[in-house]
């Protein structure tokens, strides 16, 4: 099973709200993934999580916060965002961050912000 | 410095017709490759990778891609194009690192007529 779980599908919120996206996995992976992905265009790296401690945080904003709570989840905590920040937030996992291991992507979380 | 490129914003073929989706790559080290596909609203799904083995990689649904190392090219093809094919195609670069950071290419959109 190459199964990624993300909740919810979509989401709409407001400038001012506090949401969290969630994603799963039961493959036994020790590197999880959060990308941002605009239409058009290729998938962003946000942050990198490996044995739950972050790893990468590619300069991202404040108002997103992950949370790697144990090897199966991983959280992505959102607050006070802006419309540009609307997009297709795709979670992804894999064995390490070993650059020969796959990445497996969940169906991703469409968010709208009003 | 590792950089992917994808030679066809577009492409357009005709069902049961041959499909090539072109990919270069440049790497100072041999890097893994991976073709991922993207169908509208939905996440990344791994069509095949290559990691130093055979350089005939097949995949799932038909595809397969050739790995030159001559000519640093990586190109998807698929013998008879269905209608199911229409969807956006990446191609992705590992580096032989430990950071988990993949190069994306920009993408192509394969279109398909009936």
């Known amino acids: 099973d190459t199964e990624v779980t993300q909740t919810p599908k979509h989401l709409v919120m407001g400038m001012t709200n506090k949401k969290s996206l969630k994603c799963e996995q039961h493959m036994g992976h020790r590197a999880m993934y959060w990308y941002k992905q605009k239409a058009k265009k290729p998938p962003e790296l946000m942050f990198v999580?490996?044995?739950?401690?972050?790893?990468i945080n590619e300069s991202v904003p404040s108002r997103f916060s992950p949370e790697c709570p144990n090897s199966s989840l991983l959280n992505l905590h959102l607050h006070a965002l802006q419309p540009e920040d609307s997009a297709l937030y795709l979670c992804?996992?894999?064995?390490?961050?070993?650059?020969?291991?796959?990445?497996?992507f969940g169906p991703g979380t469409r968010l709208t912000v009003l | 410095a590792q950089s992917v490129t994808q030679l066809d914003s577009h492409v357009s073929v005709s069902e049961g017709t041959p499909v090539l989706l072109r990919c270069n790559y440049s790497?100072?080290?041999?890097?893994?490759l991976f073709w991922y596909v993207q169908h509208p609203n939905k996440g990344l799904q791994l069509l095949l990778k290559y990691t130093s083995a055979a350089t005939l990689v097949k995949g799932i649904n038909g595809f397969e891609a050739e790995f030159k190392k001559s000519e640093t090219s990586f190109h998807l093809t698929k013998p008879s194009a269905h209608m199911s094919d229409a969807a956006e195609y990446f191609c992705v670069v590992s580096p032989p690192s430990n950071t988990g950071k993949l190069i994306f290419g920009q993408g192509t959109t394969l279109q398909v007529k009936p």
């Open positions: 999580y490996s044995y739950e401690k972050l790893s």
């Open positions: 992804a996992s894999s064995q390490t961050l070993l650059g020969t291991d796959t990445q497996y």
């Open positions: 790497s100072s080290y041999s890097p893994s």
